[in-house]
């Protein structure tokens, strides 16, 4: 027996199939060790030593491969073709040794790009042993992730209350973000005006001609700035005459892109399908591993995490063969084409992401994949026939034009383009980011000489924009662009932004949070080198060197470690002023904007004689005057207040985080927004001291509402709720509509339903309430709180389970009604699919945890032994309550 072991148990049961009865493949369920999450685990002093530690999971992963192992004839590591790929077969193969199981078995590592029989079979024929160059570079990688979160995360916290840690990659990505919405906060619009005539033609049809020139002049899109000279030009051209000056028509073609990378395929599945990279590489994962197709599982799609832009030479030929069946010869080009990557640091070695079988039209395999999947695999398809596929040929046309006005000469020029043969651009077009589409329409027939008619001129007027923000895909781009981070890392490193609230994302951009303007600007400010693009860049160059066996991955470390340990040495003893007054200057034009009015914009509006600046308090950062505790004008960070005007004054002598909205009309008490321990509330009125006092009512901002967006109108239809919405249709009872411990609901009796995410609690209508509250009603019983019935996901294969995803008390989980598995947060609970959801219920049985509780029913016995223990410790004196144990340390994150 030859024992194989892969990542995934998805990807094992498929390849136990072709591989037969010889083999046996087991899943590691990814990485099996990892370096603890304290003081000591790399240890710079002992020549960068690292601890390894085995996870629960990992530690029972390792004993079932142990077992296997004994008496095999041969371990056979085949986890991914990647870097990630090679160290999780490093750690299988570590932690194998340590328990000397391993003792006269060979061991070989193979790879193979698609879970496909012949891609598995032929990996088998050509083993190799482990990289040590590609796991030395993982181990660099692993080990300056650490050192860089472990001792810059608590100086961060140290000197930066509510920023919550830094990492390597993700402090740069911050830093462009950041950088991008500085940009357009700096901005100034600059007024232009575009001058464009409509004319016609001889043979009556019309077109349009842009200004261009006059007098001899070039004329650029901002050279006519105010409405004047637009109105001059205007009124010259209202009165010239027209005439054809020139023709010219040029042949141009048009080829199409490569196939996917890692990167691009997370780009264009941002613009066209709208998925985040997060969900992108989940989905693609799926089709990676392998889906039931008409029966068989089998990998419909290449290894997704790769540089390589190139097919293999059976691929190509697949494609050719596909395109002339389906589009005709014309459409394939006389040879194959031959992409390579630019950048330096590209596995080249690995293929595009591509379909495993080119003969697959999405078509027809669309309905044994669930929507996204069929999406994505759509895409992935369309775009690898593109790249094989004969250019587009095009016909771009310019026209000039001469206006003649009392011997004065004015140009303007007209551009089409029209496509002779369609090539590529029949099957595949690719998605832009913030640029405007060049394709033009085409232009009707003329001859140079032609005179033509006028039939309007326009005249509007524009101003400049800003840079846009970033979306995810153009990010990526950007990152990619400056050599930052790994591209099967991008996904990651942007949910990280999103999990530590750095970023949120508003309208499909992009937006730094003010916690993120802090941390950016603590880094700049004294950490700057680490934080620069051309650093960062340059260590992943060092790193892709030591994969190449061109440097020791020790050395790197050394390097970095000197500089660094020394920065952080003397940030420690700074001391808070001296950051607050750092990020006072950097942040100025952010927090205390020139308005263009001559105030002083750092004037207290509240006293006048104060000046603010940033304080730092328990709940993070907010902005205060310096005449406290005279005046207690505080605010958030952010410049604009509930009018946009920044007027927010605090209550409670100062106290941060407090921002009044308002007054209430009916009981004069002022309305507050607030940030609390458990997120932002609004109050009316201000506890009392007084034993006995009746707390103040609050209530919860529901999902979506800003706590800087909020108005006073808002908050006092927030504190009036519960509100009643319908009336019962059976029982004629009220349904009432409010926002509890868990969000928004709708409730009737003892009966709650939680709202959908598009529902508004403040608007949800009665019919809708009503749908809400009978399906949970129908769900669980009525007269009593229904269970959430979730979203159900299909049935387990195996054990004819319903599979369920659910919104529970700690998060997300799924359950098959015997085994209840809580969803990590990377996962999206309303894209999550059944093969996901058994994997995460198969490792929580195996763990031996998540198992639901059979209830007990009370006996006599035992409640009669309950009321004996009753009566004794009414009798019993009261016992002092245990010493409180000390908190444990925080840990570091990375």
Not at 349 to 355: I, N
Request: hydrophobic share 35%; net charge positive; proline share 6%.
């Amino acid at each position: 027996m030859k024992v194989v072991v892969v990542e995934s148990p998805a990807k094992a049961k498929t390849i136990n199939k072709y591989l037969g009865r010889d083999y046996e493949v087991i899943a590691s369920f990814g990485h099996i060790r990892d370096l603890p999450a304290k003081d000591g685990s790399v240890d710079p002093e002992q020549d960068f030593h690292m601890v390894w530690e085995l996870e629960d999971r990992g530690s029972k992963r390792v004993s079932e491969i142990a077992k296997a192992v004994k008496g095999a004839e041969k371990l056979i590591l085949a986890t991914d073709p990647d870097r990630e790929g090679e160290a999780i077969s490093w750690h299988v193969l570590e932690a194998l040794s340590a328990r000397k199981v391993l003792k006269g078995i060979p061991v070989e590592r193979v790879t193979f790009n698609a879970i496909t029989k012949s891609s598995v079979e032929q990996a088998m024929r050509k083993p190799r042993q482990i990289d040590q160059a590609l796991v030395d570079a993982y181990l660099a990688r692993r080990a300056l992730d650490y050192l860089v979160g472990f001792n810059l995360s608590p100086v961060l916290w140290r000197k930066l209350p509510g920023a919550r840690s830094a990492g390597r990659v993700q402090s740069v990505a911050l830093r462009l973000v950041v950088e991008r919405e500085m940009e357009i906060e700096a901005f100034k619009p600059r007024e232009y005006w575009s001058i464009v005539a409509t004319l016609r033609t001889q043979d009556g049809a019309t077109f349009e001609a842009r200004l261009v020139g006059a007098d001899g002049k070039r004329i650029q899109r901002l050279d006519v700035g105010n409405a004047e000279d637009a109105a001059a030009f205007k009124s010259a051209l209202e009165a010239a005459t027209f005439q054809v000056a020139s023709i010219e028509a040029k042949p141009a073609k048009r080829h199409p892109q490569p196939p996917f990378t890692t990167s691009t395929l997370q780009q264009e599945a941002s613009r066209k399908l709208g998925m985040a990279p997060a969900q992108t590489m989940r989905v693609a994962q799926r089709l990676y591993e392998g889906v039931d197709v008409g029966g068989e599982t089998v990998g419909i799609i290449t290894y997704m995490r790769t540089d390589g832009v190139d097919m293999a030479p059976e691929a190509i030929a697949d494609a050719r063969r596909v395109i002339g069946k389906e589009f005709g010869d014309r459409y394939v080009p006389g040879a194959p084409r031959k992409y390579s990557v630019k950048a330096k640091n590209a596995q080249e070695a690995h293929e595009a992401v591509r379909p495993t079988d080119m003969s697959r039209l999405p078509k027809n395999v669309a309905r044994y994949l669930e929507p996204e999947q069929a999406k994505l695999y759509d895409l992935i398809w369309t775009r690898t026939m593109a790249s094989q596929m004969e250019s587009a040929e095009l016909e771009r046309t310019t026209v000039e034009v001469h206006a003649m006005a009392g011997g004065r000469r004015i140009e303007l020029r007209a551009t089409g383009q029209v496509v002779k043969f369609d090539g590529f651009l029949a099957l595949y077009q690719e998605g832009k980011d913030d640029e405007e589409d060049e394709e033009s329409r085409r232009l009707p027939p003329m001859r140079q000489g032609d005179d033509l008619k006028r039939e309007k001129i326009a005249s509007t007027q524009h101003f400049t924009e800003p840079p846009p923000r970033y979306s995810e895909a153009s990010l990526v781009k950007r990152m990619e662009e400056l050599g930052i981070g790994r591209p099967s890392t991008y996904a990651a490193v942007l949910q990280t932004l999103r999990d530590r609230e750095y970023v949120k994302i508003e309208k499909k951009r992009l937006q730094p949070e003010d916690k993120g303007r802090l941390v950016t600007g603590f880094l700049e400010s004294f950490f700057r080198r680490y934080v620069e693009y051309d650093f960062t860049a340059a260590l992943e160059e060092q790193l892709d060197r030591v994969s190449n066996a061109e440097i020791d991955w020790r050395a790197v470390l050394r390097d970095f470690w000197r500089d660094f340990s020394a920065a952080i040495g003397e940030t420690k003893e700074l001391r808070v002023a001296e950051v607050l007054d750092a990020l006072n200057e950097l942040l100025g034009p952010h927090i205390f904007p020139d308005r263009g009015e001559g105030k002083d914009p750092r004037a207290c509006p509240n006293c006048g004689e104060g000046q603010l600046s940033l304080k730092l308090g328990k709940f993070g950062a907010f902005v205060g005057c310096s005449n406290y505790p005279e005046c207690t004008y505080t605010r958030q960070l952010s410049a604009t207040g509930v009018n946009g005007e920044g007027d927010g004054s605090s209550v409670d002598g100062g106290q941060p985080g407090v921002r009044v909205l308002g007054n209430d009309p009916a009981t004069n008490l002022p309305v507050t927004v607030r940030d609390g321990r458990f997120g932002p509330f609004i109050q009316l009125g201000e506890a009392s001291a007084e034993k006995g006092a009746e707390k103040p009512k609050r209530s919860s901002l529901p999902r979506g509402l800003s706590p800087s967006e909020v108005t006073l109108d808002q908050a006092l239809a927030l504190l009036s709720l519960p509100r009643e919405v319908a009336k019962h249709p059976e029982s004629g009872e009220p349904i009432l509509a409010g926002i509890g411990r868990f969000g928004p609901y709708v409730q009737h009796g003892r009966t709650y339903a939680n709202l959908g995410r598009d529902d508004d609690v403040l608007e949800i209508g009665g019919n809708r309430a009503i749908d809400l509250i009978v399906a949970k009603e129908q769900g669980g019983g009525r007269g009593r709180p229904a269970g959430d019935p979730g979203r159900s996901l299909g049935k387990d294969a195996e054990s004819g389970r319903d599979v369920v995803v659910k919104a529970g008390r700690y998060g997300p989980y799924v359950t098959d009604g015997e085994v209840n598995a809580t969803l990590p947060k990377s996962a999206n609970a309303e894209a999550l699919t059944l093969d996901e959801a058994l994997k995460l219920i198969a490792a929580k049985r195996e763990s031996g945890g998540g198992k639901k509780a059979p209830a007990r029913k009370k006996t006599a016995t035992r409640k009669a032994a309950d009321g004996d223990k009753a009566k004794a410790a009414a009798k019993s004196p009261a016992k002092k309550p245990a010493a409180k144990k000390a908190a444990p340390k925080k840990k570091a994150a990375g």
